[in-house]
């Protein structure tokens, strides 16, 4: 950042200060710097958005953001002509989505609204996730997922009780009560939760373990990896994704793909089964003791992959090391855990600072297993652990780190010493950036699954290889537009509810995914979670004169060009 003589030099270090914990923020996801150019643009439209319509003038042009991914380009090719209907019209900008993190939720600059798709990650299938990470106000917060700045404090209420809520029954109740608020809210426009199409050669693998949100080959829950069988002679597959990861260091990164990836390599505490329920993976068990007290037992003979064996000593260094470096992307884990008390050989107790119903599945799950013997060792002239490369990352998953060429391959080798040896080999991923060149590397055997987001026309396709599988499953990750609540009209309760109204979410599903997936309820939890989601609350009715009605209602007009006019004062 240059100098500038207006600037203070206090000012000045407060702004060094932040454009390096945007620099660490990036660098978490393995995103670059926003050209110039980009943040200008964003600043200019954040600007023109933020010029409050006046009362009885037509409402501005909205200002909307969006990832410039081929389904993100159609969905608001799509509501750019719905919304027309009740006289609404778009500011269209497209970007990265280097940008989105950096700007969007980083610095928080969303103009009126913006769209963004959520992955089926492990711990999102707790509704802690969408309901507090996504919209309890002290995720306002820079950097927090409430950029859209929803407040409520009779929801906030609901999402912490719901948190420490230990009965299910009773927190049941509470988290279906928590997304009425939601939907009568509308902070957000959910859309749809889209199916995950995922590819594989059947003549080379068998074993292929479809999972809620994760599919067959997302690395998010490890346990689809383990049955995976060849054969033929070759026991290793080979992957193809659209990303690479960004960072060998396992404190550093909160981005799903990059975080789920190292969690092969540092088995988590705990993990998800095949029908998607927590069970124990670095632990023996666990036992709540107290809603805030947790006793839980490493299993024994545990090995890190340098042959050192893991005891309660590596897990109390594991969440004393966390609590004391504070690490951005482990926030939930010394937000949550207070204390850790070696008892035994295997075994620690866990004080809570708070009681938490999500605590086996959000941070059990979350938390991994960290060799004591490695980073107590770490250069002490480093800002954080976090900076350290860490290039070559020992673990005691059942993968085992040997190799990582950026832009090339990541390779793993099986652990036998883990308790559930994998029945491969070896994997090799391959970061291929265009979905028809990972296609066409299917196709020609020189990859052996597909293992991101296919269309259904590319599955199709795929389908007619008498040597290929396609395999369809569901997700409780979501498409949403976000809308910011804190400039108008988007800070108008009915204006947000008559957007609701004219938004045709399966036709919208049908159009970019071809229906492969489930149109949302208006709720942030999916409808596929019968446990969580809330009957009694269905998707809002699509109308255009139920829209305009909302609208009239509430002292919108229209002028004689049918644009859409604020409020008179």
Excluded: C
């Excluded at 026991?235 to 799903?256: G, Q, V, W």
């Amino acid at each position: 950042m240059g100098s500038n003589s207006d600037v203070s030099p206090a000012e000045g270090r407060r702004l060094r200060a932040r454009r390096r914990e945007v620099l660490r923020f990036l660098g978490g996801f393995g995103l670059t710097v926003p050209t110039a150019a980009l943040v200008s643009a964003i600043d200019g439209a954040l600007k023109s958005a933020s010029a409050q319509a006046a009362a009885g003038q037509p409402v501005p042009r909205l200002g909307v953001y969006l990832p410039n991914w081929p389904d993100q380009v159609e969905l608001w090719r799509q509501l750019s002509r719905e919304w027309q209907a009740i006289g609404i019209e778009l500011d269209l900008q497209q970007g990265t989505l280097d940008t989105f993190v950096s700007q969007i939720v980083a610095e928080q600059k969303l103009p009126h609204m913006g769209s963004m798709s959520w992955g089926g990650a492990p711990d999102r299938l707790d509704p802690d996730y969408f309901l507090s990470e996504m919209f309890h106000s002290r995720r306002t917060a820079r950097g927090g997922l409430n950029f859209g700045f929803y407040r409520n404090e009779a929801f906030d209420k609901l999402a912490d009780a719901q948190r420490s809520e230990m009965d299910p029954a009773k927190r049941q109740q509470l988290v279906r009560e928590a997304q009425t608020h939601i939907v009568e809210d509308s902070p957000s426009i959910v859309l749809f939760h889209r199916d995950i199409i995922h590819a594989y050669n059947k003549r080379r693998f068998s074993g292929m373990k479809p999972i809620l949100g994760n599919g067959i080959g997302f690395p998010y829950m490890p346990l689809s990896y383990m049955d995976i069988t060849p054969l033929t002679p070759r026991k290793f597959i080979r992957l193809t994704s659209i990303y690479d990861i960004a960072s060998l260091n396992p404190f550093l990164t909160p981005e799903i793909y990059n975080s789920t990836t190292l969690r092969l390599i540092y088995a988590t505490f705990t993990t998800r089964d095949e029908k998607a329920d927590v069970m124990p993976w670095a632990l023996e068990r666990w036992n709540i003791v107290n809603p805030t007290t947790v006793d839980i037992t490493l299993r024994g003979n545990t090995k890190f992959h340098d042959g050192r064996p893991a005891t309660a000593e590596d897990v109390k260094f594991t969440f004393d090391f966390i609590n004391r470096h504070r690490f951005p992307a482990l926030s939930r884990i010394y937000e949550t855990v207070e204390s850790a008390e070696i008892t035994g050989d295997l075994t620690v107790r866990l004080k809570l600072r708070m009681p938490s119903a999500p605590f086996t599945a959000n941070v059990l799950g979350y938390a991994f297993l960290a060799p004591k013997h490695i980073w107590e060792r770490v250069p002490s002239n480093l800002a954080t652990p976090a900076d350290w490369p860490n290039d070559k990352p020992v673990g005691s998953g059942p993968w085992k780190f040997v190799e990582w060429r950026k832009a090339e391959y990541l390779q793993f080798a099986a652990n036998p010493d883990f308790f559930m040896k994998p029945k491969l080999d070896g994997m090799v991923v391959l970061p291929v950036p265009q979905m028809e060149s990972m296609v066409g590397m299917l196709e020609r055997g020189d990859s052996d699954m597909l293992a991101w987001n296919l269309d259904m026309t590319l599955g199709a396709r795929i389908s007619r290889n008498p040597e290929l599988e396609v395999v369809r499953t569901p997700t409780h990750g979501q498409h949403e537009v976000r809308l910011n609540l804190g400039m108008a009209p988007t800070n108008n309760k009915a204006f947000r509810r008559a957007l609701q109204h004219v938004t045709d979410r399966k036709k919208l599903l049908d159009i970019i995914f071809s229906g492969a997936g489930v149109v949302s309820n208006g709720a942030p939890i999916t409808p596929a979670l019968d446990n969580w989601a809330n009957p009694a609350i269905s998707a809002p009715e699509v109308s255009v004169d139920r829209a305009r009605a909302v609208l009239r209602d509430a002292g919108f007009t229209w002028n004689p060009q049918g644009r859409l006019v604020m409020p008179a004062a």
